[in-house]
């Protein structure tokens, strides 16, 4: 059965410094794994995808995963966080349905 | 371009009164997803059609909800008899093809249901 994990349900860092949201994976063979974020009363937007071409996946508002085959986890990672960057983050796997963790809130201190 | 619309955007609904929410697709996305969302909670699947065929139901909590896309396009999810635990958010999504490759889903903004 495949699932996804988030391991924070809330994550606060300070603007400018590193984003780190966790994302553990369960799938018996090569998963498809997503990162959506979710603002405020709209609807998720596709930040990035891991469809094993590359394990290092670069997405959209400088932000990129890593899939760690060894680890069993694809985290969220972003240099530099901006304050546009507070909304619901969420990872999700799919197979005959996409499966989503239960979210990560990350807030952004100025 | 259009993405995914849906419709009400807010619906507040006393309880046992039946609603009926609605997803317009990105124009000629096979497939089309049903989600739940709970207050705190990721989305939860409830149902998927390719074109107008509901290949799959298996996430409908009970049968007082149904979900139908006679032609393929725009799909209908209803919900009779409410209850207060129906209360969440109601998200629609398309993909432009069938469940097989990468293919993401692109999400409409939700309907907000409050049951009271």
């Known amino acids: 059965a495949q699932s996804v994990t988030q391991l924070d349900s809330h994550v606060s860092v300070s603007e400018g410094t590193p984003v780190l949201l966790r994302c553990n994976y369960s799938?018996?063979?090569?998963?498809?794994l997503f990162w959506y974020v979710q603002h405020p009363n709209k609807g998720l937007q596709l930040l990035l995808k891991?469809?094993?071409?590359?394990?290092l996946v670069k997405g959209i508002n400088g932000f990129e995963a890593e899939f760690k085959k060894s680890e069993t986890s694809f985290h969220l990672t972003k240099p530099s966080a901006h304050m546009s960057d507070a909304a619901e983050y969420f990872c999700?796997?799919?197979?005959?349905?996409?499966?989503f963790g239960t979210g990560t809130s990350l807030t952004v201190i100025p | 371009g259009a993405g995914v619309s849906q419709s009400p955007r807010y619906k507040v609904a006393k309880r046992g009164q039946d609603v009926a929410l609605r997803c317009d697709p990105i124009s000629g996305h096979v497939s089309l997803f049903w989600y739940q969302q709970a207050l705190g909670q990721g989305p939860e699947f409830l149902t998927y059609f390719q074109n107008e065929a509901q290949l799959d139901k298996s996430g409908l909590p009970s049968d007082r909800f149904f979900a139908e896309r006679p032609e393929g396009s725009v799909s209908t999810l209803k919900i009779q008899r409410t209850q207060q635990e129906d209360s969440a958010v109601y998200l629609c999504a398309s993909s432009p093809k069938g469940l097989a490759g990468h293919n993401e889903q692109f999400f409409g903004p939700g309907t907000r249901l409050t049951v009271l």
């Open positions: 891991y469809t094993s071409a590359a394990t």
């Open positions: 999700a796997t799919r197979g005959n349905q996409f499966y």
């Open positions: 799938s018996s063979y090569s998963p498809s």
